[in-house]
């Protein structure tokens, strides 16, 4: 892990957040205020699975490119062929699947109203959640969460793969022991826990042109025992259920330091003839529950609800 650490170190530093916005539902913007978290959803569960399907597909293109030929590789080459392509053909909770809290750079945006705001749509508005390489909100019970900016452009999505597998096989072609050696034995569990953090890190930072218009941006957490030991019950420590009008979803919650609030700038009410209703009760909510004198702003989406 450390030679993995150090290997990337010339990697690009992360681009600060700019003011991002959440959209959700009436009970999904009563629960992160008065919980004072966001909830972060296992991406199993997502809204469109075919994210997924899309970002395998493009993975399996460009390791196909990598490697056109497993003859003439080091043994451990090999391995990180057999591991990566395993990898993405293995169901995403049988590994501690990552979970996450999706963002848009735009605060009133007719495509999010009719995803997630509905019939009773917010969206909430943060200043940026970043800082000096660090995020800053937390997971207590997560395992390196992180904020990413979503790639659309195929190209980028490829070369960033191909930056990945690059730096992975110098890691391995890096170790002077054998596979089947004692030492092999550990840092076979290490690079299997690596190859879960560093493929689904990138599938989760991917999506498919057509959606380019939301600049989405995605916060990103991993239950810390299932990822770090193995998927078992015992290991998902943090992880609670919340229900839906159509399922119940797993999530893990992301909060601020201890003794603050979420950074909201305002809250925008969206779409809807309740809109007026909906901000004077927006008002009580925020007063309840320490948010005092946050801006209560009305969609000019004309959208019908």
């Known amino acids: 892990m450390d030679r993995w650490l150090d290997i990337l170190k010339d990697e690009p530093s992360p ?27 296992a991406t199993q569960f997502s ?63 007719l495509s999010q109203w009719r995803g997630y705001g509905q019939a009773s749509g917010f969206s909430l508005s943060f200043k940026s959640l970043n800082q000096d390489d660090e995020l800053k909100l937390a997971c207590k019970h997560g395992f390196r969460t992180g904020i990413k900016r979503v790639i659309y452009e195929p190209n980028k999505q490829r070369a960033r793969l191909r930056f990945l597998l690059r730096r992975l096989i110098k890691l391995v072609n890096g170790f002077a022991f054998k596979p089947n050696s004692t030492e092999g034995a550990s840092a076979h569990v290490e690079l299997s826990v690596i190859l879960v953090l560093v493929m689904t890190d990138w599938a989760c930072s991917v999506k498919h042109e057509s959606f380019s218009e939301e600049r989405e941006w995605r916060i990103v957490t991993y239950p810390k025992g299932a990822t770090l030991n193995g998927v078992h019950p015992q290991n998902f420590e943090g992880v609670s259920v919340r229900p839906t ?51 209560i702003t009305l969609s000019t989406v004309p959208l019908r609800t």
Request: charged share 15%.
């Open 15 to 41: 681009t600060i957040a700019p003011t991002l916005h959440h959209y959700t539902d009436a009970f999904g913007v009563s629960g992160i205020i008065s919980s004072n978290s966001l909830w972060a959803t």
């Open 47 to 109: 809204n469109d699975v075919s994210e997924i399907e899309n970002s395998v597909s493009v993975a399996m293109r460009v390791i196909q490119e990598t490697w056109k030929s497993t003859t003439g590789l080091s043994p451990w080459e090999r391995m990180l062929v057999e591991h990566v392509v395993h990898l993405l053909s293995t169901p995403l909770h049988s590994f501690g699947q990552p979970f996450i809290v999706s963002f848009c750079e735009a605060g009133d945006l």
């Open 245 to 295: 009008a159509r399922l119940l979803l797993p999530y893990m919650s992301v909060e601020p330091l201890p003794g603050k609030r979420l950074p909201i700038l305002e809250v925008r009410c969206g779409p809807s003839q309740f809109q007026e209703q909906s901000s004077r009760a927006m008002q009580i909510l925020l007063r309840n529950h320490g948010y005092n004198n946050l801006p």
